[in-house]
DNA sequence: CTACCAATCTGGTAGGGCCAATTGTAGGAA
DNA sequence: TTCCTACAATTGGCCCTACCAGATTGGTAG
């Protein structure tokens, strides 16, 4: 998620994009088409907040609370008394800044999705493998129920992205780490409109669930390596369905048909 | 990271340490003091903004810059035209809701000192696979000239901290996955006091910059057996030190008496 | 050249006011 | 009585002004 992605920039995909983007959102989104407007690099100052302001045309106000949101996901630093300055945000910005600017419409690209399956592959591995340590009875219970309830959404022909999302979350809660969770969360958080398109193919919904009892019972007879070699296989199928699906062209866009305009990549060089 | 934790309260702890706070960061340990304070479950509502305001003796429009902070990190979810909502901190919030308490002062609990090393070890067993596979020859470069300002350092008889996380960092560069960078980014904010007062011991520090050098030399051979062996005997240490440290002194706290809410559909009413 | 001071710029914050959306309720119509 | 409509209150979203404190800067006196 470097700034210089080539896609439209931030507040045009918002304006495009039929998704619902909060106003305080949309804010954010401008501020950094600013930065990549003007070429900011990293440590780089904005213009005064008052100015700023009156650029963006907005008060001084609604600019501080977008300025206080990445301030807190270490997309800038305010610095009291001198002014408000663009970190590095491929190294030092949040996790949490990924899935903030892909709400915002930002087109996934390859790269980002291969790197956000590989920590989530990370993740999911541990999970899975603490949780065959630490599953509780309930742990398990839960885990059937969920899927249960994802056979008969599919029976519905329903699309099973929440119940996928409340399988690994559950799964997640057996490894007994709210650490774990948190950052679990935050993937589906950043990839949920990513998992609908996947599971919009009811045969894709179908395998996952297979595989999710499957992980359910390498889970309860605590088998570690069975768990890890399926769960590695169950993100196996995203991985490649992503692959086939982003890499051979750049105009095939799964949701709504991408605005290929003269996008110049601002360049932007490490520090 | 319980909002129910028995810790002293979090403006209290700002109070008490040493540790310089931005302004702005008290309000939002004042916000987390008030809904512990009154037993805010998730999904319960705070009061009107121009009341809470009121109370906490704050205008408005700090108060709104602090929950613009909160909400970015899921920590409250803003209804607008409706009011401010805890959500569930243990399941919903961001990690970087645990890097923000723990800034305030929240003293370091035993089963959070574990959840985040077992996170931290998954993250790094990743990296450094990835790393074997993808080093060029500036990371092996980076990585030995880090470890020669390191064993300055220690010749110095300074505190090895800064190079410690300039090292692990640099690890995580060699992987190329910017989602994996700044996700052990995070973990090193989050444990930058822990691990200066790990590192007070010259000892310790002496032992890492060895096994720093070891690492390095499993990732130019590309041996990712022994990398992660390694890798995993590093994070060994500061999780035994953890474990002895914390342990003895403290009281376990059950760890999740409630039910999650993963799975029912959340429905909250106003009022 | 230095030391000092004042003007200026910065972010931090308080407070008032207006708007739109939502909600609760009272009153009127069937 | 029941239903529905219209009004009023509440709430967050946002703008604006004003003031404060720290930092910077430039000029001036010594």
Same mark, same amino acid.
């Given at each position: 998620?470097?700034?210089?992605?080539? #896609?439209?920039?931030? %507040? =045009?995909?918002? &304006? *495009?994009?039929?998704?619902?983007?909060?106003?305080? @959102? /949309?804010?954010?989104? !401008?501020?950094?088409?600013?930065?990549?407007?003007?070429?900011?690099?990293?440590?780089?100052?904005?213009?005064?907040?008052?100015?700023?302001?009156?650029?963006?045309?907005?008060?001084?106000?609604?600019?501080?609370?977008?300025?206080?949101?990445?301030?807190?996901?270490?997309?800038?630093?305010?610095?009291?008394?001198?002014?408000?300055?663009?970190?590095?945000?491929?190294?030092?910005?949040?996790?949490?800044?990924?899935?903030?600017? #892909?709400?915002?419409? %930002? =087109?996934?690209? &390859? *790269?980002?999705?291969?790197?956000?399956?590989?920590? @989530? /592959?990370?993740?999911? !591995?541990?999970?899975?493998?603490?949780?065959?340590?630490?599953?509780?009875?309930?742990?398990?219970?839960?885990?059937?129920?969920?899927?249960?309830?994802?056979?008969?959404?599919?029976?519905?022909?329903?699309?099973?992205?929440?119940?996928?999302?409340?399988?690994?979350?559950?799964?997640?809660?057996?490894?007994?780490?709210?650490?774990?969770?948190?950052?679990?969360?935050?993937?589906?958080?950043?990839?949920?409109?990513?998992?609908?398109?996947?599971?919009?193919?009811?045969?894709?919904?179908?395998?996952?669930?297979?595989?999710?009892?499957?992980?359910?019972?390498?889970?309860?007879?605590?088998?570690?390596?069975?768990?890890?070699?399926?769960?590695?296989?169950?993100?196996?199928?995203?991985?490649?369905?992503?692959?086939?699906?982003?890499?051979?062209?750049?105009?095939?866009?799964?949701?709504?048909?991408?605005?290929?305009?003269?996008?110049?990549?601002?360049?932007?060089?490490?520090?």
């Amino acid at each position: 998620m470097s700034i210089a992605v080539s #896609a439209p920039v931030v %507040s =045009a995909a918002i &304006a *495009a994009a039929g998704n619902p983007v909060p106003p305080g @959102r /949309a804010l954010i989104g !401008r501020i950094i088409d600013y930065a990549r407007a003007h070429a900011l690099e990293a440590g780089a100052r904005f213009p005064a907040e008052r100015s700023l302001a009156q650029t963006l045309g907005v008060g001084r106000n609604a600019l501080r609370e977008a300025l206080a949101t990445l301030e807190s996901l270490r997309v800038v630093e305010l610095r009291p008394n001198s002014g408000v300055y663009l970190r590095a945000l491929d190294t030092e910005s949040s996790f949490e800044a990924t899935v903030l600017l #892909a709400e915002m419409g %930002s =087109a996934p690209n &390859a *790269a980002e999705v291969r790197e956000t399956i590989e920590v @989530r /592959a990370a993740l999911e !591995r541990q999970a899975i493998t603490l949780a065959c340590a630490r599953r509780t009875a309930n742990d398990l219970t839960r885990l059937m129920h969920i899927s249960a309830d994802t056979a008969a959404v599919l029976a519905a022909k329903g699309n099973i992205t929440t119940c996928d999302q409340a399988f690994h979350l559950a799964l997640a809660h057996a490894s007994h780490n709210s650490v774990l969770v948190r950052m679990l969360n935050a993937f589906y958080c950043l990839t949920l409109e990513r998992r609908r398109v996947f599971f919009a193919d009811p045969r894709r919904g179908l395998a996952s669930c297979v595989q999710h009892d499957q992980l359910i019972a390498a889970i309860e007879q605590r088998n570690v390596p069975r768990a890890i070699k399926l769960i590695d296989a169950h993100l196996g199928n995203a991985q490649v369905y992503w692959k086939e699906t982003l890499a051979p062209s750049h105009r095939t866009k799964p949701k709504r048909p991408t605005r290929t305009g003269a996008t110049r990549a601002v360049e932007r060089k490490r520090r």
